[in-house]
């Protein structure tokens, strides 16, 4: 047998790691300390404006939405130009809608249009989904690890952002230094997304660093070396929707996402309704918000050696279990362990569930994946919160609402126990 080809080591170092970090850093200041942000300058704001809450709350539900049927443009936007021009034009457009925040608005309607209508725009440009399409390319055997640190960066900044921004607004004096602070903010991470490069060749180099067919320190050749599967072809949207396996990991996203946009907006009040002050309601969802941050470096590291399909199955067996127990709320005591129980599952999920679908499809059409099921995932989420209000308005209680999402939540730990990779000879027998 014939001894494998030794290549020569890339010269310079691998810049994949670099990226992460940049990336990281931008997904922490658009979203951990911008929109983490929001819940300490909104108020200050309907104070100052006398505008009522629920026609300010117009401009929330516009951005949610909007954000939602935005995806799909992204996606083709991140296939034509690349993960590195979208980034810069999102951080842009943000940086300008910010600005208008805290220098030109004086009116509701000026509220509306720039928090609704532009700002999802530039969020959507240079959020989540182009950081995660970086990544995939950057990374195979170590892509759940690079996704586990990204992640990172919004619970980091949302450590920060409530106490930093209210002494801010404090010293400063009004709402509009607020929105200036996140405007300086996301100032930096613009000046930072011009040292992200889209890809591996932009550098000369090749995902993980590892150039194929060469022999690393373990002796062993490496096209991927990964301990978990990859899938070794290219995929087309058209043929990911013909796999029975995307169904199962939409309908799982589906299920597990219910859970918190109850906990969210509606976790305080059912917490206060059967007892509990609302500084200790407060403390146990800063206790869920704060363990769902911890768990998900870690989990990435997990990722890359455990087949994340039986990592999201024991997830959401933990997370039905915190989920009941925020439910039931038994104790102060118990719900100080329960609900970061269900913080940890839901920081696993929201890792390794972009894990699991590129490691499947590819990096190739992951931002094609996202653009077909971001609305619908969009418009579900953004229902459950006004579901969970009318329904508790006709009942009394949340007992149905959790019964429900406890269901649900139940349907998605079935489905996940079938989540085996797919092949394209299965594509071809539904043609």
């Given at each position: 047998?014939?001894?494998?080809?030794?290549?020569?080591?890339?010269?310079?170092?691998?810049?994949?790691?670099?990226?992460?970090?940049?990336?990281?850093?931008?997904?922490?200041?658009?979203?951990?300390?911008?929109?983490?942000?929001?819940?300490?300058?909104?108020?200050?704001?309907?104070?100052?404006?006398?505008?009522?809450?629920?026609?300010?709350?117009?401009?929330?539900?516009?951005?949610?939405?909007?954000?939602?049927?935005?995806?799909?443009?992204?996606?083709?936007?991140?296939?034509?130009?690349?993960?590195?021009?979208?980034?810069?034009?999102?951080?842009?457009?943000?940086?300008?809608?910010?600005?208008?925040?805290?220098?030109?608005?004086?009116?509701?309607?000026?509220?509306?249009?720039?928090?609704?209508?532009?700002?999802?725009?530039?969020?959507?440009?240079?959020?989540?989904?182009?950081?995660?399409?970086?990544?995939?390319?950057?990374?195979?055997?170590?892509?759940?690890?690079?996704?586990?640190?990204?992640?990172?960066?919004?619970?980091?900044?949302?450590?920060?952002?409530?106490?930093?921004?209210?002494?801010?607004?404090?010293?400063?004096?009004?709402?509009?230094?607020?929105?200036?602070?996140?405007?300086?903010?996301?100032?930096?991470?613009?000046v930072m997304s011009f040292w992200v490069k889209s890809k591996p060749s932009d550098m000369g180099?090749?995902?993980?660093?590892?150039?194929?067919?060469?022999?690393?320190?373990?002796?062993?050749?490496?096209?991927?070396?990964?301990?978990?599967?990859?899938?070794?072809?290219?995929?087309?949207?058209?043929?990911?929707?013909?796999?029975?396996?995307?169904?199962?990991?939409?309908?799982?996203?589906?299920?597990?996402?219910?859970?918190?946009?109850?906990?969210?907006?509606?976790?305080?009040?059912?917490?206060?309704?059967?007892?509990?002050?609302?500084?200790?309601?407060?403390?146990?969802?800063?206790?869920?918000?704060?363990?769902?941050?911890?768990?998900?470096?870690?989990?990435?590291?997990?990722?890359?050696?455990?087949?994340?399909?039986?990592?999201?199955?024991?997830?959401?067996?933990?997370?039905?279990?915190?989920?009941?127990?925020?439910?039931?709320?038994?104790?102060?005591?118990?719900?100080?362990?329960?609900?970061?129980?269900?913080?940890?599952?839901?920081?696993?999920?929201?890792?390794?569930?972009?894990?699991?679908?590129?490691?499947?499809?590819?990096?190739?059409?992951?931002?094609?994946?996202?653009?077909?099921?971001?609305?619908?995932?969009?418009?579900?989420?953004?229902?459950?919160?006004?579901?969970?209000?009318?329904?508790?308005?006709?009942?009394?209680?949340?007992?149905?609402?959790?019964?429900?999402?406890?269901?649900?939540?139940?349907?998605?730990?079935?489905?996940?126990?079938?989540?085996?990779?797919?092949?394209?000879?299965?594509?071809?027998?539904?043609?």
């Amino acid at each position: 047998m014939s001894e494998p080809i030794q290549m020569p080591i890339p010269s310079k170092p691998f810049y994949g790691w670099i990226n992460v970090l940049l990336l990281t850093f931008i997904y922490m200041a658009t979203t951990g300390l911008v929109f983490y942000a929001f819940s300490v300058i909104f108020p200050v704001m309907l104070k100052a404006t006398g505008w009522s809450r629920g026609d300010a709350s117009i401009a929330i539900s516009v951005n949610m939405l909007a954000g939602g049927f935005l995806i799909p443009f992204a996606a083709k936007f991140l296939n034509k130009y690349g993960s590195r021009k979208v980034i810069i034009v999102g951080l842009a457009i943000l940086f300008l809608s910010l600005l208008l925040l805290s220098t030109a608005t004086t009116k509701l309607w000026h509220w509306i249009a720039i928090w609704g209508a532009i700002i999802p725009i530039g969020r959507v440009l240079c959020g989540l989904l182009p950081s995660q399409v970086n990544i995939m390319m950057w990374f195979s055997r170590k892509r759940a690890m690079a996704i586990g640190l990204l992640m990172t960066g919004a619970p980091i900044g949302g450590i920060f952002a409530p106490p930093v921004y209210t002494w801010f607004m404090n010293y400063m004096g009004g709402w509009r230094s607020g929105w200036f602070l996140s405007t300086g903010v996301v100032l930096m991470a613009l000046v930072m997304s011009f040292w992200v490069k889209s890809k591996p060749s932009d550098m000369g180099q090749h995902p993980d660093g590892i150039v194929p067919g060469s022999v690393q320190a373990n002796g062993q050749v490496t096209p991927h070396g990964s301990r978990t599967y990859r899938t070794t072809v290219v995929w087309t949207l058209r043929e990911v929707l013909k796999t029975r396996v995307f169904w199962l990991i939409t309908v799982v996203n589906i299920t597990q996402g219910m859970g918190l946009g109850l906990i969210v907006y509606h976790g305080v009040l059912h917490m206060t309704d059967v007892g509990y002050s609302a500084m200790n309601a407060a403390y146990i969802l800063s206790m869920i918000m704060g363990s769902s941050g911890v768990v998900r470096f870690p989990i990435g590291w997990l990722g890359d050696r455990v087949e994340p399909r039986w990592i999201i199955f024991s997830a959401l067996i933990i997370m039905i279990i915190g989920f009941i127990g925020i439910w039931q709320a038994p104790s102060f005591g118990l719900l100080m362990i329960l609900g970061p129980i269900y913080g940890i599952s839901y920081g696993i999920m929201l890792t390794i569930m972009p894990t699991i679908t590129g490691n499947y499809f590819g990096p190739e059409v992951y931002a094609n994946i996202n653009g077909a099921v971001g609305p619908v995932l969009t418009v579900i989420g953004a229902a459950v919160p006004t579901i969970a209000g009318y329904a508790v308005e006709k009942t009394g209680s949340y007992n149905e609402v959790f019964l429900v999402i406890t269901s649900l939540i139940v349907i998605g730990l079935v489905c996940s126990a079938f989540l085996a990779p797919p092949h394209k000879k299965e594509v071809s027998s539904y043609s």
